[in-house]
Antibody, heavy 119, light 108 residues
Framework: EMQLVESGGGLVQPGGSLRLSCAAS????????MSWVRQAPGKGLEWVAT????????YYVDSVKGRFSISRDNSKNSLYLQMNSLGAEDTAVYYC????????????WGQGTMVTVSS | EIVLTQSPATLSLSPGERATLSCRAS??????LAWYQQKPGQAPRLLIY???NRATGIPARFSGSGSGTDFTLTISSLEAEDFAVYYC??????????FGQGTRLEIK
């Protein structure tokens, strides 16, 4: 079964940092682009970042540029999101998603991990 | 940035009825549009990709149509499990990848 499992969420103070992880299984992780998508409480979906199979290309939504960094370790079948200078506006469920560029869609999603930025 | 506008915000229908959800793009996205279903407390699920192609395992009652700026998701005969929030998403001329604000499909 193809699966994505996120971890690393929690409560963090404004200005703090957090690193999210996503463990992939059931498919050849290194063959796929991967992305992070977030959803603030009661709100819609927002794309956050995308990384190419070999990590050579990375893309971010403007609101996180310079603060967030996406990375991957294909030897560990893992995706990461380093989040710095967090603000209340970053409070959300963060989903890891397999990015099927051939389909122009995200075809597998994790269950999400909650990040709460509050003092 | 391409803005996607979904309508209506809320759609109230009964099981067995036909649902028609709309997604309009601020500029052409060709056919690079996907639809997702999200139920409370769950991750989104891909329904349709490239405007009209059903994803693996998606029932035939779900269909997508459109190109350019106007797209439609149709559910031919609603079943109880179809009541959820639906999002459209585009990947034309990205980044950024953008989503619509969602349509809530509720039981009448």
């Amino acid at each position: 079964e193809m699966q994505l499992v996120e971890s690393g969420g929690g409560l963090v103070q404004p200005g703090g940092s957090l690193r999210l992880s996503c463990a992939a299984s059931g498919f050849t992780f290194s063959n796929y682009w991967m992305s992070w998508v977030r959803q603030a409480p009661g709100k819609g979906l927002e794309w956050v970042a995308t990384i190419k199979q070999d990590g050579s290309e990375k893309y971010y939504v403007d609101s996180v540029k310079g603060r967030f960094s996406i990375s991957r370790d294909n030897s560990k079948n893992s995706l990461y999101l380093q989040m710095n200078s967090l603000g209340a506006e970053d409070t959300a469920v963060y989903y890891c998603a397999r990015d099927r560029t051939a389909l122009n869609a995200f075809d597998i999603w994790g269950q999400g991990t909650m990040v709460t930025v509050s003092s | 940035e391409i803005v996607l506008t979904q309508s209506p915000a809320t759609l109230s229908l009964s099981p067995g009825e036909r649902a028609t959800l709309s997604c309009r793009a601020s500029q052409s996205v060709s056919s690079y549009l996907a639809w997702y279903q999200q139920k409370p407390g769950q991750a989104p699920r891909l329904l349709i990709y490239d405007a009209s192609n059903r994803a693996t395992g998606i029932p035939a009652r779900f269909s997508g149509s459109g190109s350019g700026t106007d797209f439609t998701l149709t559910i031919s005969s609603l079943e109880a499990e179809d009541f959820a929030v639906y999002y459209c998403q585009q990947r034309s001329n990205w980044p950024p990848i953008t989503f619509g604000q969602g349509t809530r499909l509720e039981i009448k």
